[in-house]
């Protein structure tokens, strides 16, 4: 049976590619920002593992993370973060409010691809 991976990201473009990238290996679900994931997830729905964007409008990375985090029913699951940003504060923000992983933009969604798969294998769900 497939693992399901949560998508999130504002821009279409790399939700596409996401999908289209992991659809072969992982059931894909594609959310647009932070609250209509929190708001997927909080009807039930079931990810083995996350990968987010950290700019997003109305809710961003660092809120879903801490709400993700702060919710005894979401508060395992693997979460690889995406950024645009290159700074080591925000990676290391990131990594401190729960993140399991933090990568930059642009990237190669084979070593996402790792990540998650590295990220899975650590926590058991």
Request: glycine share 6%.
């Amino acid at each position: 049976m497939k693992k399901n991976l949560l998508i999130v990201d504002d821009e279409p473009s790399i939700g596409l590619i996401l999908e289209h990238f992991f659809s072969k290996e992982y059931e894909v679900v594609v959310k647009l920002n932070g609250l209509e994931a929190m708001k997927w997830l909080q009807e039930g729905n079931h990810t083995d593992g996350i990968v987010a964007d950290f700019d997003m409008p109305y809710m961003n990375g660092l809120d879903f993370i801490k709400q993700l985090r702060a919710s005894t029913l979401f508060k395992d699951i693997p979460l690889v973060m995406l950024s645009g940003k290159d700074e080591t504060s925000n990676k290391i923000t990131c990594l401190k409010s729960g993140a399991d992983d933090y990568m930059i933009k642009p990237f190669n969604p084979e070593e996402l691809d790792i990540r998650i798969k590295n990220v899975l294998r650590r926590i058991k769900i």
